[in-house]
């Protein structure tokens, strides 16, 4: 297999972004840091992407929750509230392999046996779109697994040491998303982990203040168009051509537009 985590694309990427990357995050990095802001942002966040994996509580609702301590029923706050735990941690932990198998195991709690919570998958896997329930793409198979996973790893851990300019970074972060699903080493809770993991590797970056930006909720506005852009790469691990990624890769910019919707 080819290097995962490449900037072969980058280029191309970079001649098609229309969106001003430090224009639109100084935007975001006005707004102060405080405990309020993150778990506002986060509350947004967590829910949008829950209801990516088909959890039925409104965004909305889940900010009242958090913010004004609603209750609702226990079975519509569980998995969105360890999801949001998982923030917690990712938040107050440095980026590491070790920490975000324990992020993993947080935001599954309500969702995986514990045996399963941060372990990788010992079967083969097909995902589905949530809605329709059709097949998207093939996983990497149980026998390739260990082997993509630890060299996905290998290479991130490489792009969490060195600098990167902005626009490197987003381009990474969009990456390392993209990458992760179409390994999807866990038996479940991957695409929600992998949404945090985009922007915890942002956060390392650009800084705290990524947490704010509101990706997942900009994926889930346009969800059609995010697993389209998952699925054009490809559907069997082996035969992907991450060059048909670039449109997915785009997305993520974008997200920093709608913030001053919200």
């Known amino acids: 297999m080819e290097k995962l985590l490449t900037d072969t694309h980058y280029n191309t990427w970079l001649s098609l972004l229309d969106v001003k990357l430090d224009k639109e995050f100084e935007k975001i990095k006005t707004r102060e840091w405080t405990p309020e802001n993150f778990k506002f942002a986060t509350a947004v966040s967590v829910m949008s992407s829950s209801k990516i994996e088909g959890e039925t509580l409104d965004v909305d609702s889940y900010v009242k929750h958090k913010m004004l301590d609603i209750e609702y029923l226990h079975n519509l706050t569980e998995k969105p509230n360890d999801l949001y735990a998982a923030y917690e941690f990712a938040k107050d932990h440095t980026l590491s392999k070790e920490h975000f198998h324990k992020c993993h195991a947080i935001a599954t709690m309500h969702l995986l046996p514990e045996q399963q919570?941060?372990?990788?998958?010992?079967?083969?896997?097909?995902?589905?779109?949530?809605?329709?329930?059709?097949?998207?793409?093939?996983?990497?198979?149980?026998?390739?697994?260990?082997?993509?996973?630890?060299?996905?790893?290998?290479?991130l851990n490489y792009l969490i040491e060195v600098n990167l300019k902005i626009e490197e970074a987003f381009y990474y972060a969009s990456l390392i998303h993209l990458v992760f699903v179409k390994i999807h080493p866990f038996n479940d809770g991957n695409g929600r982990t992998a949404r945090l993991l985009e922007k915890w590797f942002l956060s390392s970056k650009v800084g705290e203040k990524a947490w704010y930006i509101p990706s997942e909720l900009y994926y889930y506005n346009n969800l059609k168009a995010y697993y389209h852009n998952l699925a054009r790469v490809g559907l069997f691990y082996e035969e992907l051509k991450y060059e048909r990624g670039i449109p997915f890769l785009l997305m993520l910019p974008q997200a920093l537009v709608i913030n001053d919707k919200l």
């Open 117 to 155: 919570r941060g372990q990788i998958r010992k079967g083969n896997m097909l995902i589905m779109e949530q809605q329709s329930q059709r097949v998207e793409y093939e996983a990497a198979s149980a026998q390739l697994l260990q082997k993509e996973y630890e060299s996905f790893w290998s290479q």
